[in-house]
């Protein structure tokens, strides 16, 4: 086949791609507020809606740039003998940007949809509590430089794509963005239920925990056949840009998807079986979205029975981490994020150095690799977002006040209801 011919057919499959990645973010969003109280639900998916609308604006105006270019234009700095190429330089505002056919604005397409995944998640984690303003002002920080700054990193020729050069070691790798999307939205997700607290009732005057089970189960569970369409599309679109995937390639990735998906969702059912005696219908979807997560990572370069194990495990790990963080840690989670997508994520980094089809370096070099990504991840971005967190909490309350917490988002920052005349709350009539 002609090397033009073959060029455009790769293209052409990486737009088709991407255009189904709109599709995991209908999948997340309808989790998430499944997840929540009724009373937050139409607030929930505006945030949504709000937080993908930011998240493309900014990475046209300014996170692509950041978020540069393998080969493109980049800051750099000198250090240990070692130049640290830490965040690129090519131009603001898609400027040069000729939407010819080429990589470029393949690229800035992609970015603009796999940031709106990743800020699609904190919501989870502050639903029911976490007002507007400050959840879209988070995320144009979150879009226009945490993001960016970890994509060039990794998706940019950013020094860790050249620990090989640098260091001798392979380059890390995050061929589906378990780390540049799952783990950043997930630590971020994080940050923001340190900063909100837990939803009035979780936690009784003893620390003990309550349960407020999520108003649609139906929808998570619709939401993450769409997710595995949308996740499908996302994972294959960053294989052929960023790791030279080929059109024969992509059914691995799918098989791999599906697979990881199933694998986690089952290892929950059977988990939740077995500790509770019947299976957790929310826990089983979240088992399925971490084996999404987890999965992403290695993608392209697993073989089928390492993408059943890994997504297995992230099930296991996802449903104990979801009881640590409630119960042990007290951190109100009421979508299971950070387990799910920052704790599966780190998983799944893990397990590409291990299930990786090595092609050079040995097995050793490759996990040392994927280990420094993750604690990347931990030491550096997660304190950076904290911060950028706090401060912007400083000038815009994330948390709603007492009386919003009580008759829901919905109602108070919205001033309608999504389920005006079929809901009524049996915690209406406990007194306060």
Not at 73 to 93: C, D, I, K, Q, T
Not at 140 to 163: D, N
Not at 177 to 195: F, H, K, R, Y
Request: hydrophobic share 55%.
């Amino acid at each position: 086949m002609n090397a033009d011919v073959a060029h455009q057919i790769n293209l052409v499959l990486c737009l088709l791609s991407i255009l189904v990645i709109p599709l995991a973010a209908a999948g997340l969003a309808l989790i998430q507020q499944g997840l929540g109280r009724s009373r937050s639900a139409g607030h929930a998916m505006l945030a949504a809606l709000c937080a993908l609308g930011i998240a493309a604006i900014v990475t046209v105006v300014i996170g692509a740039s950041w978020a540069g270019l393998a080969g493109g234009a980049s800051h750099a700095f000198r250090a240990g003998g070692v130049l640290w190429n830490w965040l690129g330089n090519e131009p603001a505002f898609a400027r040069g940007v000729q939407f010819d056919g080429s990589a470029r604005p393949m690229t800035l397409c992609l970015h603009s949809f796999a940031v709106g995944l990743a800020v699609l998640i904190p919501i989870s984690a502050g639903t029911d509590r976490w007002r507007l303003a400050p959840l879209c002002a988070a995320t144009a920080i979150f879009s226009g430089f945490c993001y960016p700054l970890f994509a060039h990193w990794v998706w940019g020729g950013g020094w860790l794509a050249q620990l090989s050069l640098d260091f001798g070691l392979p380059a890390f790798q995050d061929a589906g963005g378990a780390g540049v999307i799952q783990v950043t939205g997930g630590l971020m997700a994080l940050s923001v239920a340190w900063i909100l607290g837990p939803r009035s009732g979780k936690y009784t005057d003893e620390a003990m925990a309550t349960a407020i089970p999520g108003h649609n189960i139906v929808q998570v569970l619709f939401g993450c056949i769409l997710a595995l369409v949308g996740w499908s599309g996302l994972e294959s679109a960053t294989s052929i840009l960023f790791y030279g995937a080929q059109p024969g390639e992509i059914a691995g990735v799918l098989v791999n998807a599906v697979l990881s998906a199933s694998a986690g969702c089952l290892a929950a059912v059977a988990t939740t079986q077995l500790r509770y005696r019947k299976p957790d219908a929310s826990l089983s979807a979240n088992g399925w979205i971490a084996g999404l997560v987890a999965g992403s990572a290695a993608c392209a370069n697993a073989a089928p029975m390492a993408a059943i194990f890994v997504g297995a495990f992230a099930g296991v790990l996802t449903t104990w981490l979801i009881e640590v963080f409630e119960m042990r840690l007290l951190v109100d989670d009421p979508g299971g994020a950070v387990s799910v997508h920052a704790g599966a994520g780190l998983w799944g980094l893990i397990a590409a150095g291990i299930f990786t089809r090595q092609t050079a370096g040995s097995l050793a070099g490759h996990v040392l690799a994927q280990v420094i990504g993750a604690a990347t991840l931990l030491g550096c971005m997660l304190p950076l977002m904290h911060g950028l967190n706090l401060l912007v909490n400083r000038f815009l309350r994330y948390r709603v006040d007492r009386d919003g917490d009580w008759q829901g988002m919905d109602i108070r920052e919205l001033g309608s209801g999504a389920y005006p005349e079929f809901v009524i709350h049996a915690d209406e009539f406990v007194p306060r």
